[in-house]
């Protein structure tokens, strides 16, 4: 038999952010909990800004009826001169009945003691105040509350609650409420609680009373609503996915509103107008031939007639904060891009200040620049003595804005304000644009830096804080890493692979130590490889072969295991793999630091000569890529195929042995200048 069920928690406004992030965990552990006391069903879990809910259309009544097997000690080892040991003895205890309600069971070939218990499943009902509990218990919000005199804790204090299987209320206490038949609709419409006498009414009372239950609704409503505004006032609306679904958590009964600005602060930075936006008051910019216009979008939880109020009262409440982000700007221009400060600022214990870390920055943007001359000058047809130039100030300038009103107010606006205020102050383009960019990619997919200018100062702060932080001792273990350490190597191979930019590792950490304190350098080598495998897509024996070759650059790893998975990923290479998995294997004993001599005057076979030949003629040519090269030395198949089938690889005599195995080792060797496939698996 089964019954619908429904459980509404009723809280103080929830906070949508922290609710969000859990938003997928809280579905999982309802349906392991169902699964746990044998009730799984299909269910919806529900939110609004003031409640969370649960809907079965059907659940069984009672739990299933389950039976238990426990398989105990051999009889022999139980029972022993027709006396119960203390091992059979325990075995009746684990079961809860006494020796003689044991049977026995053959199992593995031997009489072992046997128990099956039947469990005759409970009534949902009796059961709902346990698993509703231990749901709550289940979501971990971080941080937490207690209210009156409780002592336990939740997100936000609990004001009411109903626990219904069809129509009937489930007696459950919860925080010291009691559930009951009533709910409660928007503040707007009625502060006084609701009588839900008939369940299947229950999504009609609450729209009645203007709460939106599903949040597929309400934001289908907001998107539908966009769209008649953009319409109406040839507009285009940002539909920033994150505020977005915030939006849907705070709003029970969404209203999309079109409200505007004074033009005049249109002179500030459009991020800075955004931010302002977005971080304080949750509105969505308005773009009018993608540009950014003075208009906006408010969606209101409000209930009225009357939106003119709500439109007014937002834009009432953004007037001063633009204007204190105008004043900011204009102070800030005043100002100018100065240091002052910064050596103030501890960047890290061991690490000095900010200040030094910038010298740090610079020191290593010259070196990788001179590493990278010939293309950077090629890009900008500056010479090499402009771009020092401009590289010292750009590091010099980076960080200025730390120090700035608007960033002091905007943290996340660091980099984009020192970019703007550059360009008022008429520095070169190279510069402003590398000051906008020293943060990125600022996560995985993010954008990159739009030229090798730019990328070489992004990579320069990235190795100072890597290097500097492994020198202090602050290295990332298990899943922490609060410096987003791996995240910082991630950004540095998506720029040298983007920017195809030698970064042999071993190189550029040997121009860099000196000035660090000494530290596990190869511990570093070892977690920048290991971030390497993370960062490329790709068959992870493909990643590895191409690292077991001793490839060093981070660019060539990358340009080797792009080729070598191009040919992996084929159809047809898992057939054609296992003769070069005889190579290697041929190969395994031959020290291949050595020079592996081949004399063709020991050659016996005619197949000797044909496979050495074509293996000379493949590694003669010049290919315009790896996997090119790939191709070619794979299509020694046939001739080893024919070699193998031929040729007796261990010879009686030592001298033609050793030669054969050292022309083997050779096609093995020359694999492994790029990969070892031996490490390769499909």
């Known amino acids: 038999m089964t019954k619908s069920l429904l459980i509404e928690i009723g809280v103080e406004e929830l906070p949508a952010i922290p609710l969000l992030k859990i938003v997928k965990n809280i579905e999982k552990s309802w349906k392991d909990i169902l699964a746990e006391y044998r009730l799984g069903s299909n ?54 009945v006494d020796f003689e309600s044991l049977s026995t ?37 971080g941080k937490m509350m207690r209210w009156g005199s409780r002592t336990d804790e939740f997100i936000r204090p609990i004001r009411w609650l109903q626990v219904r299987l069809d129509n009937d209320s489930v007696d459950v206490e919860l925080f010291g409420i009691k559930s009951d038949t009533k709910t409660y609709i928007h503040r707007m419409v009625d502060f006084e609680a609701v009588e839900v006498a008939d369940v299947t009414k229950y999504e009609n009372i609450l729209a009645e009373g203007k709460v939106s239950l599903f949040p597929n609704v309400r934001k289908a409503k907001i998107l539908a609503e966009f769209n008649l505004l953009e319409a109406e006032h040839n507009i285009t609306i940002e539909r920033d996915p994150y505020l977005l679904d915030e939006i849907v958590a705070i709003t029970e009964n969404p209203k999309s509103l079109l409200g505007s600005f004074d033009e005049l602060f249109l002179e500030l930075p459009p991020e800075a107008i955004i931010a302002s936006m977005k971080e304080h008051q949750r509105y969505f910019p308005v773009f009018d031939n993608d540009k950014l216009s003075n208009k906006f979008i408010v969606v209101s939880n409000a209930v009225t007639d009357d939106y003119s109020k709500v439109i007014a009262g937002n834009e009432r409440v953004l007037k001063p904060r633009l204007a204190d982000g105008l004043f900011f700007y204009k102070n ?75 960033v002091y107010e905007f943290t996340e606006l660091q980099g984009l304000m020192g970019y703007y205020y550059a360009k008022a102050l008429g520095k070169d383009a190279l510069i402003a644009e ?60 998506r720029m040298v692979t983007n920017y195809d930019l030698a970064f042999d590792i071993d190189e550029v950490l040997n121009l860099l130590n000196e000035q660090y304190a000494p530290y596990e350098v190869e511990k570093l080598k070892e977690f920048i490889v290991e971030r390497i495998k993370k960062s490329l897509e790709a068959n992870p024996s493909v990643i590895m072969a191409v690292l077991e070759s001793g490839e060093k650059d981070i660019n060539e790893v990358a340009k080797k295991v792009s080729a070598l998975n191009s040919i992996v990923s084929q159809e047809s290479f898992k057939e054609q793999f296992s003769t070069f998995k005889r190579v290697a294997n041929i190969s395994k ?42 191709t070619a030395m794979f299509s020694l198949k046939p001739k080893l195929d024919n070699y193998f089938d031929e040729v007796m690889v261990n010879a009686e005599d030592d001298n033609i042995r050793a030669n054969r195995i050292n022309t083997v080792a050779s096609i093995y060797k020359s694999f492994r200048e790029i990969a070892d496939i031996k490490e390769i698996s499909i």
């Not at 214990?349 to 001359?373: M, N, P, Q």
């Not at 990619?441 to 990235?462: C, D, H, M, N, R």
């Not at 031959?590 to 000379?616: A, H, I, P, R």
């Open 105 to 141: 069971k053959e199992k593995n070939g031997k009489e072992v003691l046997y128990f099956k218990k039947e469990e005759i499943g409970a009534s949902t009902e009796s059961l709902l105040e346990e698993m509703i509990t231990k749901w709550i218990a289940s979501m971990s919000f």
């Open 332 to 406: 800030d221009l005043k100002r100018g891009l100065i240091t002052d400060g910064l050596e103030k600022i501890t960047f890290m214990d061991g690490l000095g200040s900010l200040t030094d870390k910038i010298e740090r920055e610079r020191s290593i943007a010259l070196k990788l620049l001179s590493l990278y001359r010939e293309k950077v000058e090629s890009e900008t047809g500056k010479s090499y003595e402009e771009l020092v130039a401009l590289m010292s100030e750009t590091l010099s300038l980076a960080k200025a804005d730390l120090t700035s009103e608007m």
């Open 434 to 493: 590398a000051i906008k960019e020293q943060y990125f990619p600022l996560g995985e997919g993010a954008e990159l830096p739009s030229s090798t200018f730019s990328a070489i100062v992004a990579i320069s702060i990235k190795l100072d804080t890597l290097v500097g932080l492994f020198s202090v001792g602050k290295i990332p273990t298990g899943s922490k890493d609060p410096f987003a350490l791996r995240r910082a190597v991630n950004g540095i191979v």
């Open 43 to 96: 269910f919806e879990f529900i939110y609004t800004p003031r409640r969370l809910v649960l809907k079965h259309e059907a659940i069984s009544t009672k739990q299933e009826d389950s039976s238990v097997e426990f398989f105990g000690p051999p009889m022999m080892v139980a029972k022993r001169d027709g006396e119960i040991t203390k091992a059979g003895e325990g075995f009746a205890r684990k079961c809860g």
């Open 589 to 630: 004993d031959v020290n291949l630091d050595d020079e592996l001599n081949v004399d063709t005057s020991l050659f016996v076979e005619g197949m000797e000569s044909e496979l050495y030949n074509e293996y000379q003629n493949v590694m003669s040519q010049k290919y315009i890529n790896y996997e090119e090269k790939l």
